[in-house]
C-alpha cells in the first residue's frame, strides 16, 4: 500500500530469489499446479477478507471507502454487511481497513472494525454489532474503543485481529511522511509504529477496554500500557499461524527492503534506526542490530518491488499451499511468494495488486486485489495427506523422566514433556519436525523429537498446560499436514 521506487534481497543463509521476475529461482521447486479461482469480482477497492468464526462459512470482504460485504457459501453476490462510508476518509493509504470478530462471535454478536475518521484523518477502533434478527446485517450503533491522531496521510497500519489470548491486536503505521521524522516509532509514549493489544472483554471504567497486565509498558514502567511491540513502519497487514499462535507482520519498508517480523511481547523491530538489517542513517549512532529484533526475512526493491503485503501461514486441509508456508506479495509487481523453513521464492506473478491476503474457517487462503477481486489459492492435483494414527501418550518428568501417573495439576508445567507413540512400528520421514498439539496449542515443538526405530514424539509442556483438571486432547500434525488421531489424557486434581 505504498507507491515507491524499489528489489530482492535475501539475508545470508537464505537462497537469493532469481533477479529477473517471473523466473522460477534456482533450487526452488517449482508449483506449477497452483493458481487462483475467482470467488468475487466487481468490489469497490476491497482490502481485507475474513470469516466470522462461526460456522456459517460465510466470507466478509472489506471494501476501502467503508463497506463489509457478505458473501454466502458458494455464492459469488455479496450484499451489505455494514456501511459506515459516511464516517470513513477513504482514499491512498486512508479508509476502512480492518475488521475482526470477536472469538465468541457465534454468541455475542461483537464486530471490530479499523478506518479512518472523517474529517481529521484519525484511526478509530470501534465495535459493531451483527443483527439479533438477520446475522447478514451489522447494526448500525458503533462504540469507539480508540482513537488514535495522524500526524500524516500514510502508514496508517490497519490490521486488527484476536490471538490465541482473546486480546485484540492492532497494526499502527509511524504516522506517515518518510523517515519517521517525528522519531515515533521508538516512542514509547506513542501508539504510532506500534503493534497494540488490548482486552476488549474488561473494560477499564469509561474507556471501552484495558491494557493487558503482561504488555511490555503496562501500568507503573514508562511507556503506553496499549503496546505490544514497537520500532515498525507500517505493518499494513499481520497474521497469527493457527498452530503455533506465532505473529507474522508484513512490515512496509521505506526505499530498500520489506521485511517479515515475528512479533514478540516487548520487542523492538528496529525502526526508524533499520530498515529490515539495513542501517537507516537516520539515527547511525543507534545502528547496533544487537539491540533490535531483526527481520525472519527480508527482500530488496529490485525489479520494481516496493511493498510488502503480509500474509497466512497455510494450515488448511486442502494442500492449495505448502502445509506450513508463509504466503506474502508484494503490492507493486504483484508477485506473490513463499517463505518456507527460512528460504524465499516465487510462487506466481500475477496482475493483481494485492491489498491483502484471508483466511477462511478452513484456513485456505485468499488473495484481495485492489483492484475489484477476491481469488483463493487453488491445486486440483494435490493430493491431501492422509490421516495417520497415534495409539498413547504420556507426561513425564523432564528431569528424571519419571511418568505422572495419575496426570496432576501442576503449577509449573515447564517441568514436565509429553511423549506420544506413533502406530507405525517405524517413523515415516514425514514425522521429522511434527507439531504436538495439547487442546489445540502447539507445545515446544523445538523440543519436538523423532527417534529412528522408536516412533515417538516428544514435546516440552507450555506453562498453562498443567495449571488445571481437565482433559488434555492430545494430537499431532506432520510437516506435511497429515493430522492424527486425537487422544485424550485427564488431569486431576493436586494430590496432597
Ligand atoms: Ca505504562
New binding site residues.
Given amino acids: 500500500m505504498k507507491p515507491a521506487p524499489f528489489v530482492f534481497l535475501c539475508i545470508s543463509g537464505l537462497v537469493q530469489l532469481a533477479g529477473a521476475r517471473g523466473e522460477a529461482p534456482a533450487g526452488i521447486q517449482s508449483l506449477p499446479d497452483i493458481s487462483l479461482e475467482t470467488v468475487v469480482a466487481g468490489l469497490t477497492s476491497p482490502v481485507y477478507v475474513t470469516h466470522s468464526r462461526d460456522g456459517s462459512r460465510r466470507l466478509f470482504i472489506v471494501e476501502q471507502p467503508g463497506r463489509i460485504k457478505v458473501l454466502q457459501p458458494g455464492s459469488a453476490s455479496p450484499t451489505v454487511f455494514l456501511d459506515i462510508t459516511g464516517k470513513v476518509l477513504a482514499g491512498g493509504e486512508r479508509g476502512l481497513l480492518g475488521l475482526a470478530f470477536h472469538p465468541q462471535f457465534q454468541s455475542n454478536r461483537r464486530i471490530f472494525v479499523n478506518y479512518t475518521r472523517r474529517p481529521d484523518g484519525a484511526t478509530v477502533i470501534a465495535e459493531y454489532r451483527a443483527s439479533d434478527t438477520d446475522p447478514n446485517l451489522a447494526e448500525s450503533a458503533e462504540i469507539i474503543l480508540l482513537s488514535i491522531a495522524q500526524p500524516f496521510q500514510n502508514h496508517n497500519g490497519g490490521m486488527i485481529e484476536f490471538g490465541r489470548d482473546g486480546y485484540l491486536y492492532i497494526g499502527m503505521g509511524d504516522g506517515g511522511s518518510a523517515n519517521d521524522p517525528g522519531n515515533r516509532a521508538q516512542n514509547i509514549n506513542e501508539l504510532l509504529g506500534k503493534i497494540l493489544r488490548i482486552d476488549i472483554d474488561h473494560p477499564a471504567g469509561a474507556t471501552g477496554y484495558s491494557s493487558p497486565a503482561d504488555n511490555p509498558?503496562?501500568?507503573?514502567?514508562?511507556?503506553?500500557?496499549e503496546i505490544f511491540a514497537f520500532g515498525l513502519r507500517n505493518p499494513w497487514r499481520f497474521s497469527f499461524d493457527r498452530i503455533t499462535g506465532e505473529l507474522y507482520a508484513g512490515d512496509v519498508g521505506q526505499g530498500a527492503r520489506e521485511e517479515i517480523d515475528i512479533i514478540t511481547n516487548g520487542g523492538n523491530y528496529g525502526w526508524r534506526v533499520f530498515e529490515g538489517t539495513g542501517c537507516t542513517n537516520n539515527d547511525p549512532g543507534l545502528c547496533s542490530p544487537a539491540a533490535f529484533i531483526g527481520p525472519m526475512a527480508q527482500y530488496k526493491h529490485n525489479g520494481g518491488r516496493c511493498s510488502i503485503t503480509g500474509g497466512y501461514v497455510y494450515r488448511g486441509s486442502k494442500s492449495s499451499l505448502p502445509f506450513g508456508a508463509y504466503v506474502y506479495a508484494d503490492f507493486c509487481t504483484g508477485e506473490i511468494f513463499l517463505l518456507q523453513d527460512g528460504t524465499q521464492s516465487l510462487l506466481m506473478d500475477t496482475a493483481l495488486g494485492v491489498s491483502s491476503f484471508g483466511e477462511d474457517e478452513e484456513g485456505e487462503i485468499y488473495v484481495v486485489g485492489i483492484g475489484g477481486t477476491v481469488q483463493r489459492f487453488i491445486n486440483p492435483n494435490a493430493t491431501p495427506p492422509a490421516a495417520f494414527a497415534i495409539r498413547s501418550a504420556f507426561i513425564r518428568k523432564r528431569s528424571d523422566g519419571v511418568t505422572l501417573d495419575p496426570v496432576t495439576v501442576k503449577p509449573n508445567g515447564k517441568k514436565f514433556e509429553i511423549v506420544v507413540n506413533e502406530s507405525a512400528s517405524v517413523p515415516t520421514p514425514a514425522s521429522q519436525g511434527a507439531i504436538v498439539l495439547v487442546n489445540g496449542v502447539a507445545m515446544n515443538t523445538g523440543y519436538t523429537e523423532n527417534v529412528p526405530g522408536t516412533p515417538i514424539f516428544v514435546a516440552r509442556l507450555r506453562r498453562p498446560t498443567l495449571l488445571t483438571p481437565g482433559p488434555l486432547v492430545v494430537e499431532v500434525v506432520r510437516a506435511d499436514g497429515a493430522r492424527s488421531n486425537q487422544l485424550t489424557l485427564q488431569v486431576f486434581p493436586a494430590l496432597d
Avoid at 217 to 225: E, L, Q
Fill in positions: 509498558f503496562f501500568g507503573a514502567t514508562a511507556g503506553r500500557d
